[in-house]
């Protein structure tokens, strides 16, 4: 089984604090990919990785900045937390290039304060 | 890039009833096209997915059909239990490694 796991179920952060969100996969993926989950918003791809160092855009990605330095991990990282950030994180991992399948992880939701 | 829309955004239904969700895709080029159920507190999980190359697929009590000349795919759920109650994200692939996903639909099995 395909296991995904997040640092964080639930992270309470103020304004203006850096915030790191990690995401660990075991099944050697070489894609992986952060989204951020809001009610009624479905489930919107921030950033995603298809290899070490390596990293696209998805359609939300201001605010945010992404690391992986290595192929099991990928980092979200908040450089400056703001009120609109608060919402639920889900990391993903797929196999390689064409593979459209994606394993979630558990979430971690975020509140800004 | 590719844009997926699903309707209706929350569904009722009498156990034992049929369910069914639809969503439309825009790009043309999309082929895989994958169903996921979310729980309350849980992750997304994959129940089901369909290749453009196949019309329907079937796994017990859920099926998916695809219409790529209309660009809309299915998901029909049979004989509703009050487990089948989650919202479910439709999506598309596009892109080597990319999925769109539909904002969800709120399934609520009536017991």
């Known amino acids: 089984d395909v296991k995904v796991t997040q640092s964080s179920r639930y992270l309470v952060k103020r304004t203006g604090e850096k915030v790191f969100l990690e995401c660990v996969q075991d099944m050697d993926h070489e894609n992986m990919f952060w989204y951020r989950q809001d009610p009624g918003l479905g489930l919107r791809l921030i950033y995603f990785s298809y290899d070490v160092k390596m990293k696209e855009k998805g359609d939300i990605p201001e605010g945010y900045s992404v690391s992986r330095e290595k192929k099991e991990r990928f980092s979200l990282i908040l450089e400056s937390a703001s009120t609109n950030q608060t919402s639920m994180y889900l990391c993903?991992?797929?196999?390689?290039?064409?593979?459209?399948?994606?394993?979630f992880g558990p979430g971690t939701r975020l509140t800004v304060t | 890039g590719e844009n997926v829309e699903q309707h209706p955004s929350t569904l009722s239904v009498q156990e034992g009833d049929s369910a069914v969700i639809k969503c439309t895709y825009s790009?043309?080029?999309?082929?895989?096209f994958p169903w996921y159920k979310q729980e309350l507190g849980k992750r997304p999980q994959l129940i089901i997915d369909?290749?453009?190359?196949?019309g329907e697929k079937k796994d017990q009590r859920i099926a998916v059909t695809l219409n790529k000349t209309a660009k809309h795919f299915s998901l029909h759920i049979t004989e509703t239990q009050p487990e089948d109650s989650a919202v479910y994200f439709c999506a598309a692939g596009y892109g080597n490694n990319r999925l769109a996903f539909g904002k969800g639909n709120q399934v609520v099995v009536i017991p």
């Open positions: 369909i290749r453009s190359n196949v």
């Open positions: 993903a991992s797929s196999e390689g290039q064409g593979a459209y399948e994606q394993y």
């Open positions: 790009d043309s080029a999309s082929n895989y």
